[in-house]
């Protein structure tokens, strides 16, 4: 990997920093960052939560979590010692306002120093954080906010979060983080795109027949259940992490990147997304939800059984056709799908280019398929380009489809980071160019929410292990096209 400059020291302070998410991706992303020496040397990681932890007791549990999450951390043993003398423990009841010293003495002395607050925690602590935050007096102009999803439930609820924390940062202060906008595969999108001549002049509806964006995963809602059935796949996963990738294959070229352009040409494609109606739900959007199934060959349980919820009504499974009502995208339809208890977990993005106009290799047309581009977000992250080749040998003309494949690993012989890395260095430097601004978050509620509006029927049933309902396929097949179901671990 390629030597980086470290950032600024900084306090990187997460409050829910006995959780999950800053277990399993937070303190991994930093410990990473610390060893490529990213971090200088006296910044610190402030974990707040209401644990009741002093220093020890909180470098012991990351201690056993970073070997749990990170293996080849258990013999990095310099760096991950290095690692656990950054960190703090502060315990904090965000809305007791007597319990806010200790955090106020720590930051005491670095006013000048980067601030990260972290928001790993319920959305409907952001608000009390803010406003707890100001009236410590721990919010400095070299200060910054990261919300983690979901930023509310609908799109009042999303307003009155921004609201809130808008009360206490300006706009340029808050990162709404959405982490696979921090993949590998993401970020090239855009270089393929727009540091290559080859395909810029084809991304458009004059040779591109349909794109289609998945994120399917094999597990189920695991410990997320009692948030995942108040949320579902159409505000878990569509309103942000697959609208936004949607956004990077089809908003226009930004004219460079920075901070605010290329955010101002997504916008415009969520602004340009033809609304789906009450009318065009049925035809548009596929509900599904998992019944017991085998998932690699294992018995799993239902939906409703994991989340001990018998009428559950939430959807695990969404799949929907979209259109961009604009110059470039006319007619040319998105099918989104995610889903959980899938027969496969992957993430990609298919842009699926349009037939030959006509074929010179008479008796064979039929064996030409139309060229198809797929971007591998995980797993094995890469590119792969599918071309029709002559297979080689005398007599005559065969025709066969091939492909050339970039491996991210393969060709660049290094460790891939994880999306948090990226981002949370972004943060630290002030760069907000892959966070979701307020106006983006908006348009996208605005778009989904009359389809949750609409969505009265119950789910589809599928088995866990399979490709999801069968409405799914009917989704697309309609239209003469078919999911790409390429596996590529």
């Known amino acids: 990997m390629a030597h980086l400059a470290p950032v600024a020291p900084c306090d990187v302070v997460v409050f829910g920093g006995t959780g ?5 991706k937070l303190l991994p ?7 490529d020496m990213a971090i200088t040397p006296d910044s ?3 974990a707040v ?3 009741g932890l002093d220093d020890s007791g909180y470098r012991d549990k990351v201690d056993s979590e970073l070997r749990r999450f990170v293996p080849e951390a258990a013999g990095e043993v310099n760096a991950r010692a290095r690692f656990l003398r950054r960190l703090h423990h502060i315990t904090v009841d965000v809305e007791e306002h007597g319990t806010w010293d200790g955090l106020r003495a720590l930051l005491a002395d670095e006013q000048e120093r980067v601030r990260v607050f972290y928001l790993a925690c319920a959305p409907q602590l952001f608000g009390p954080i803010c406003v707890g935050l100001r009236d410590n007096g721990l919010v400095t102009a070299h200060s910054r906010v990261v919300l983690e999803k979901p930023i509310g439930h609908d799109l009042d609820s999303a307003c009155r979060i921004n609201d809130e924390v808008g009360a206490v940062f300006a706009e340029e202060q808050i990162f709404r983080i959405d982490h696979y906008l921090g993949k590998e595969t993401v970020q090239n999108l855009l270089v393929l795109r727009f540091a290559n001549s080859l395909l810029e002049p084809l991304w458009n509806s004059g040779s591109i027949d349909h794109v289609q964006i998945t994120v399917a995963e094999a597990i189920g809602v695991g410990g997320r259940g009692g948030y995942y059935d108040s949320s579902g796949a159409l505000r878990d996963m569509v ?3 697959l609208l936004q990738l949607l956004c990077l294959v089809a908003m226009e070229p930004p004219t460079r990147l920075d901070r605010e352009a290329v955010r101002d040409e997504k916008l415009k494609v969520l602004k340009a997304l033809r609304p789906v109606t009450s009318g065009d739900v049925g035809r548009c959007v596929v509900r599904g939800q998992y019944t017991a199934g085998l998932v690699e060959g294992a018995p799993v349980p239902s939906y409703r059984d994991e989340v001990d919820g018998a009428a559950s009504t939430t959807e695990t499974f969404a799949a929907l056709k979209v259109e961009v009502a604009n110059w470039r995208w006319s007619g040319v339809p998105f099918y989104l799908r995610t889903g959980k208890r899938l027969d496969r977990h992957a993430s990609e993005i298919v842009v699926q280019f349009r037939p030959v106009p006509h074929s010179i290799f008479p008796g064979i047309e039929d064996t030409i398929t139309p060229n198809r581009l797929v971007l591998r977000l995980q ?4 590119v792969r380009l599918h071309l029709m080749a002559k297979e080689p040998g005398p007599g005559g003309v065969r025709l066969r489809p091939v492909h050339l494949n970039l491996s991210f690993a393969e060709t660049f012989k290094a460790r891939l980071p994880d999306a948090y890395e990226r981002l949370l260095m972004d943060v630290v430097r002030g760069n907000p160019t892959l966070f979701m601004r307020r106006d983006e978050v908006e348009a996208a ?4 929410e009359p389809i949750l509006a609409a969505s009265a029927e119950p789910p589809r049933r599928y088995a866990a292990g399979t490709a999801g309902p069968a409405a799914a396929i009917a989704l697309i097949e309609r ?3 078919t999911w790409h179901e390429e596996v590529t671990a």
């Not at 992303?29 to 060893?35: I, K, P, Q």
């Open 20 to 24: 999950d998410l800053a277990m399993r």
């Open 29 to 35: 992303a930093l410990y990473h960052r610390d060893c």
């Open 44 to 46: 610190r990681v402030i």
């Open 49 to 51: 939560s209401r644990a």
């Open 239 to 241: 309103q942000n992490h």
């Open 379 to 382: 797993p094995d992250e890469g």
């Open 445 to 448: 509620w605005t778009w989904v």
């Open 479 to 481: 239209d003469g096209r």
